[in-house]
């Protein structure tokens, strides 16, 4: 069974600054999609990256990127310019491609923004 | 505008009652989760269903029960065997090959029970 770890329960910033989200997992696939989840107060889950494990060029969204390490099992999250709207609770996600396609999810980090 | 609704919102159980929490999605979509959510333990996968009238126990089945008579539409019922069942509940669906673009998530119910 896939586990997905998130090691960092908390993790501040200055606004304005980077901060990167921690993210390891355990599988023996070779083919699935990772991603990173944001749960603002509203608890709405919103999607904020994704990436196909065959893909090796890292995943980018605006001010969002990610580090894929597939030998590592490592898909780290970078914030650039953070910003007051970016505090929420984090969730690293991994999806099976063969099989019953459920998302395995980490513990969560909150990310507070300092202004 | 196509969406999950997740309802009631907030809900309280006695203890030794069931309660049923609704889930309704217009998006045509073939699958449809339950997560269970815990404050420093993520979510947790209680109940899935890939097709109409057919579903499968997640990680933390136990206490819970589902139907799915309708495609859009995945109840679930929290039993009085659940005994821990305070937490906030989320309901998402997914379409087949497009789960690889991430599920649709519902707004929550907050269970307490009183």
């Known amino acids: 069974a896939q586990t997905v770890t998130q090691s960092q329960p908390e993790m501040s910033v200055q606004e304005a600054e980077t901060v990167t989200l921690s993210c390891t997992y355990d599988?023996?696939?070779?083919?699935?999609?990772l991603f990173w989840y944001k749960q603002p107060p509203s608890r709405q889950m919103i999607l904020v990256i994704r990436?196909?494990?065959?893909?090796?060029q890292n995943a980018t969204e605006n001010r969002f990127s990610v580090n894929f390490q597939k030998a590592a099992k490592s898909f780290s999250l970078k914030i650039s310019d953070s910003q007051l709207g970016d505090a929420a609770m984090y969730f690293c996600a991994f999806l099976n491609v063969q099989g019953a396609q459920k998302l395995v999810f980490g513990q969560g980090t909150r990310l507070t923004i300092n202004p | 505008d196509g969406g999950i609704t997740q309802s009631p919102k907030y809900l309280f159980r006695k203890e030794g009652q069931n309660v049923t929490l609704s889930c309704e999605q217009n998006?045509?979509?073939?699958?449809m989760y339950w997560y269970r959510q815990d404050p420093g333990q993520g979510l947790r996968l209680i109940y899935y269903?890939?097709?109409?009238?057919?579903?499968q126990k997640g990680d933390i089945a136990e206490g819970y029960s589902v139907s799915r008579e309708k495609k859009e539409s995945f109840p679930l019922t929290v039993t009085s065997a659940q005994k821990n069942p305070t937490a906030f509940y989320l309901c998402?669906?997914?379409?087949?090959?497009?789960?690889?673009?991430?599920?649709?998530f519902g707004s929550g119910t907050r269970l307490t029970v009183v």
């Open positions: 998006l045509n979509h073939d699958a």
């Open positions: 269903s890939q097709i109409v009238n057919d579903f």
């Open positions: 599988t023996s696939e070779s083919d699935y999609y």
């Open positions: 990436q196909e494990a065959y893909k090796q």
């Open positions: 998402a669906s997914s379409s087949g090959p497009s789960a690889n673009y991430g599920y649709t």
